[in-house]
């Protein structure tokens, strides 16, 4: 292995110049910077982690709590955590990865122990039980979720109240009039978790002001709860012409319950889908959507952790993420009455 001394030796300087320069506590000459840095790079040297976080008093890991539930679909939260993970590695930071099933004692663990320089917290609740202590112990954090309050926090989310609105406004202009929300399973608003809240809430708000009958209903994981779901809808509002789903897993099952009971999409009922957009190109016909902007989401929130625990942004503040809506295959105007 490459050790500091050859780096020095490498790059004509001394072992301490090396270390300021990989540190940065002491201010350097761009020239000899640069000089250090094609050796690191030429040599292939890693610095020691642990000798690294003695010396500099960070450990250049990020800690990521990141759902692993059954009711959650995990492509779109192993996606948010890809997107973490590369982002880090452009600040030299590695992330660990701890589940949200350990709640406050992970935000204690983390901020008493070192482990990490920051922390991002995913699956956020309305009233989430880490906030608290995350306030308390004023660590370096952001959150990937809304909460009901978020004054003093670092939050980014999509916009979910004005996803549901969108999703309102879209069907409303197709001329649909009975429309229904086919939602996440009903664990997920049993823990008030904050995007299916704030959805159904914008949703709610939007339907009411366009003049739409409509309901919504939690849908359980599996074809016989997607299947079951929307039977009843259909069983209770037959004049229903269109779905919002905020489900994709329950996205195939629902559009093969319709092929089969001989409802034509969109002739007959329209489809919009939250969802992201692989799922919705890959959907027969392909659905109008509201994509889920992983990625961004990822890799804002690192940027926006780094810049607290490097010290270069104190301020708290909420960045919603604007929904689009992209019509497709999937809807189309409300079919006249019979």
Known sequence: MVTLAQVARHAGVSPSTVSYVISGKRSISQDTRLRVERSIAELGYHPHAGARALASNRSNVIALMIPLRTDMFVPVMMEIAIAITTTARRYAHDVLLLTSEEGPSAVK?????GLADA?????????DERIPLLRQTGAAAVLVGLPADPAGLTCIDLDFEATGRLAADHLADLGHREVALVGAAESVYRRHTGFAERTLAGFRQQAEARGLSFLHRPCGVGHEAATGTLSRILAERPGTTALVVQNESAVPHLLNHLRQSGRAVPEDIS????????VALHSTPQLTSVSIPAQEMGRRAVELVMAQASGRQHTTGLTLLSPVLTPRESTGPAPRPL
């Open 109 to 113: 663990r983390i901020a008493a122990s």
């Open 119 to 127: 922390m991002i917290l995913m699956d956020v609740e309305l009233e």
């Open 271 to 278: 489809v919009v889908a939250i969802c992201p957009d692989d």
